[in-house]
């Protein structure tokens, strides 16, 4: 049998060292040795010390291990006090007899030796093979009478060695479903929770993945107790075959919407409806935490759906906590509205139909402001061919079946201005005809100002639907106000009279209708004139050229930024793989249907709807639109308007002093007045009141001769 190593060594140290302790004290007794030996003495002292406390553990075992220590530098202390070597050869015996202790005893050997191997004298034991321990005993369940099916699920969860240290009370099978289970667990130990069950050990222990366990939370019912040393598991293998075959609306959306890394995560459908009549489904959801905000990825909501990605038949509507998914078959904003009368009569409270959503529901709008007693504003927004003519026509006709007078100016003329001209009061196609109207408009403020009602024979400001208000609301209407606002000529009047009317004009029933493709300050719209705009009207912004510019231009008119919809420039299905017919060479399906109607309304509480306007066909007769008769001012405003110098053709040439001041006679300039925006000075402003002389009133053809003969100095 060999020697262990430790032991060898240990004996070799305990041999060398006993000739030192006997020659080092006698021979040399002020030798480092001595105080070496000294030393580890003193340290086996205190450890004796420690060993020998009364709550230390295996006490004699570390007194034994430091005994050598303290033994040898005890006979170190002795051979240096004895004469030579001592009587009989005293310090030999000594060293002698420590190093056959040492040898026989093996203090540290022994020690290091308890738990590895066996001891030294002790013969090796035979080799055995390991065999894991025993597990200790579960405690046995007493027979409750359980089913074939608990006893069986029982059975397997004892040969899986009762996970988690758990029991088995009830296994309940699902109706329908061959391997499904619900199983009852508690607590072997009564009073102990249940921790460390994972789904993968119960899946382990009947033979499932673990993908289809779920553990839920025991409550508290009459007879059977609850809390943490109770679990219910639900094996569904069979249910989750199904789910991932063929899954429920619901499933679908838990699964792979509502899911944390799906489209709408931690959101749960209400309910899903089919609308055949009209082509659409729609999924109704709420977030399952009601603190939570809706965050909504359209385009993983449709992948998670198995629905085309295609914004021009999927939109999301956002109410709170709850959103609406509405999926059609077919563009619904590619549907054609017709505008009817019975649908642009305005109500009690001045609002009438001007469109349709996504979703079928009437947009309205307003024609006067019932709230504030005051008329209301308009802003129109779109790129040409967008839709802004076809809503001016139906806003107009909605004022004009309102009693109300109506004026257009636009830039240029075209078919649509001239057809609505028949219809309205006064209608005009430059931007000298605009500069007129508005200034018009502007004087009118004054007149109406001091118009008395007829009730007191005071003068008040406007109210809406009131019988005896003496005059009518004026709306007037600028198309391309910033290509007017920029014109060399009447740019700069244009601008201020329109920003001046903007704010003025309500109190005397007046309301501002510009249009144009920017609604930005460098363009015409000063800060102070769009805000008055947005407060009292619906902006209307049709398409702007592209998604972000509409988009820009919708928040321009909000109060607060909100998701604003995208009008794409046409409404296109996608037919097959993109994909495929690019393997084949062949070209993309031309099926786009123009988004021209379709715009973005802002309603009161600043929310953009995406709308489709009714649409007033121009090649029919718009008489079934508009009223018998066209809505004008009242004589006395006619009137009142001549004498300003106001009122009259607004297609003739400039006259005379009616923008700028005529140059005096003796000026060098020939005689000819002033143009352009370096010549209007100070007495641009005010109609007539800048003139050099005063205009001369033409009522009679007499007047009309004298007039010309006075002009042309004759």
């Not at 549907?335 to 009437?362: N, S, W």
């Not at 300050?521 to 947005?534: I, P, Q, V, Y």
Request: proline share 8%; hydrophobic share 35%; charged share 25%.
């Amino acid at each position: 049998m060999s020697t262990p190593r430790s032991v060898a060594l240990e004996r070799l140290a305990y041999t060398l060292t006993a000739p030192v302790l006997a020659v080092a004290p006698n021979l040399y007794p002020d030798s480092p040795v001595n105080a070496v030996v000294q030393l580890a003495g003193a340290a086996g002292i205190g450890g004796l010390l420690l060993a020998a406390r009364p709550e230390t553990t295996g006490a004699g075992r570390k007194i034994l291990r430091w005994s050598p220590l303290v033994l040898a530098a005890a006979i170190d202390t002795a051979a240096g006090h004895t004469t030579g070597f001592g009587p009989y050869g005293l310090d030999g015996l000594l060293a002698a007899g420590w190093a056959a202790a040492g040898w026989l005893v093996m203090p540290f050997s022994r020690h290091t030796r308890r738990r590895h191997r066996p001891a030294l004298a002790a013969p090796a034991p035979a080799p055995q093979l390991q065999t894991a321990p025993a597990p200790e005993p579960f405690p046995a369940q007493p027979d409750d009478g359980a089913d074939d099916l608990t006893r069986s699920a029982r059975l397997m969860w004892e040969r899986a060695g009762n996970p988690a240290r758990t029991h088995i009370v009830t296994a309940t099978p699902h109706p329908g479903a061959q391997h499904d289970l619900t199983l009852l667990l508690r607590a072997a130990e009564a009073g102990r929770p249940i921790t460390g069950l994972s789904e993968a050990a119960v899946g382990a222990a009947f033979g499932i993945p673990e993908t289809d366990v779920t553990c839920a939370p025991v409550t508290r019912q009459h007879g059977r107790q609850g809390g943490p040393g109770w679990l219910e598991v639900h094996l569904t293998p069979d249910a989750n075959a199904r789910r991932r075959r063929a899954p429920t609306p619901q499933e679908r959306w838990t699964d792979r919407v509502g899911s944390p890394r799906g489209g709408a995560p931690g959101s749960e459908l209400v309910h899903r409806t089919r609308d055949q009549e009209r082509g659409v489904t729609f999924y109704r959801a709420k977030m399952a935490d009601p603190t939570e905000t809706p965050r909504i990825d359209l385009a993983k909501v449709c992948r998670g759906l198995a629905l085309p990605e295609d914004d021009s038949c999927v939109f999301v509507l956002i109410d709170g906590t709850e959103f609406l998914i509405s999926a059609f078959d077919k563009p619904p904003l590619s549907a054609i509205f017709p505008a009817t009368r019975e649908l642009l009569t305005p109500d009690a409270k001045g609002m009438y139909v001007c469109g349709f959503t996504i979703t079928g529901q009437p947009v309205k709008t307003m024609v006067y402001q019932h709230d504030k007693n005051a008329p209301a504003h308009g802003l129109t927004l779109g790129v040409s061919r967008s839709g802004k003519t076809q809503f001016f026509a139906i806003h107009m006709a909605a004022q004009s079946l309102d009693g109300e007078v109506v004026w257009l100016s636009t830039v240029r003329k075209d078919e649509k201005t001239t057809v609505l001209g028949k219809y309205i009061d006064r209608q005009g196609s430059n931007a000298l005809w605009m500069a007129r109207s508005l200034r018009a408009a502007k004087a009118l403020c004054e007149i109406r100002a001091e118009m008395p009602w007829p009730h007191d024979g005071q003068p008040h400001d406007y109210k809406p639907g009131d019988s005896r208000c003496p005059y009518r609301q004026l709306n007037v209407y600028a198309d391309e106000f910033m290509t007017a606002a920029q014109d060399s000529d009447f740019g700069e009047f244009i601008q201020q009279d329109g920003e001046d009317l903007t704010v003025t004009g309500l109190k005397y029933g007046i309301g501002f209708n510009p249009a144009g493709q920017s609604p930005f300050a460098h363009n015409g719209f000063s800060t102070e004139m769009k805000d008055n705009l947005r407060q009292n009207s619906r902006p209307v912004i049709f398409n702007m050229g592209s998604p972000s510019a509409t988009r820009k231009a919708a928040e321009g008119t909000m109060e607060n930024a909100y998701d604003v919809p995208t009008i794409p420039a046409r409404y296109s299905r996608t037919e097959g793989s993109a994909i495929e017919r690019a393997m084949r060479g062949e070209a993309d399906p031309e099926n786009g249907v123009s988004t021209g109607g379709v715009a973005v309304i802002v309603l009161d509480n600043g929310r953009a709807v995406l709308m489709r306007s009714l649409y007033a066909d121009f090649d029919t007769d718009l008489a079934t639109l508009f009223p018998d008769d066209v809505n004008r001012l009242t004589d006395h405003e006619i009137t009142e308007l001549e004498k300003r110098g106001l009122w009259f053709d607004w297609n003739e040439p400039v006259r005379p002093g009616e923008f700028w001041p005529e140059p005096d006679e003796d000026d060098d300039g020939g005689g000819s007045r002033p143009r352009g925006k370096s010549a209007k000075g100070g007495g641009k402003r005010g109609g007539t009141s800048g003139s050099s002389r005063p205009e001369p009133q033409v009522n009679s053809p007499r007047q009309a001769l004298e007039a010309i003969k006075s002009l042309s100095s004759i």
